[in-house]
């Protein structure tokens, strides 16, 4: 499949990708014209009862581009999903958004991605984000925020990744699911190491620190040793 750049207008991918791509998604996905790093962003399609939600939504978006680094998201226009894409958007850093076909019929994808992928469904749009993603990041959501963050922390359970998984807890939102997860952990159910690798971020300055060290700079040339 031949890869998109970024434009005024979306960049839809001529197929729909399927399950049956998946057996060669290393070779399907190209990120060789996308520089940046980029983060996967897990959030709700709604904006919830406060609006510190979404004015973290936007910061996050914002200070992600500032510190040049990139977004992969479920390609949606609405709720803090599309307020983390705008922000990332206006300071020109790429975005790709990763949508199933029949999200279409509840969802509007976003105009003027860098790419939008169609999938054929919900598993694989999280493979194909997965391999687009450098780190994750899970700000507020509902069931399928929380069902893809769990599913991510498992995959690193199982060491199918070692990307940097970051909640961010904004407002206290998921207060009560690090408490179960501790609890989890207290029980037998899940190692302290795992637990660990699921890094709390009270602030979005807190979850800029700790992806910073994506961003490789590369050292100056002097030119006075060529």
Known sequence: ????????????????ITSKDL??????IDKSDIRQPLVAVYCGSRMGNNEVYAKSAAELGEKLAKADMGLVY??????????????????DAPVVGVMPTFMLEHEVAHNGLTRLHLTDTM???KAIMAEYADAFVTLPGGLGTLEEIMEIATW????????PMLIMNINGYYDRLLDHLRHTAEQGFMSEADLDRLVVCNTVDEAIERLSGLVQVKDEIDTSKI
Do not use: F, W
């Open 74 to 91: 479920g390609g949606a226009s609405i709720g803090l999903m599309g307020t983390v894409a705008d922000a990332v958007m206006a300071s």
């Open 23 to 28: 057996e060669n998604v290393e070779q399907l």
């Open 123 to 125: 598993h694989t749009r």
């Open 1 to 16: 499949m031949n890869s998109a750049t970024a434009s005024s207008t979306v960049a839809t991918q001529p197929d729909t």
């Open 156 to 163: 690193r359970q199982l060491y199918q990744h070692e990307k």
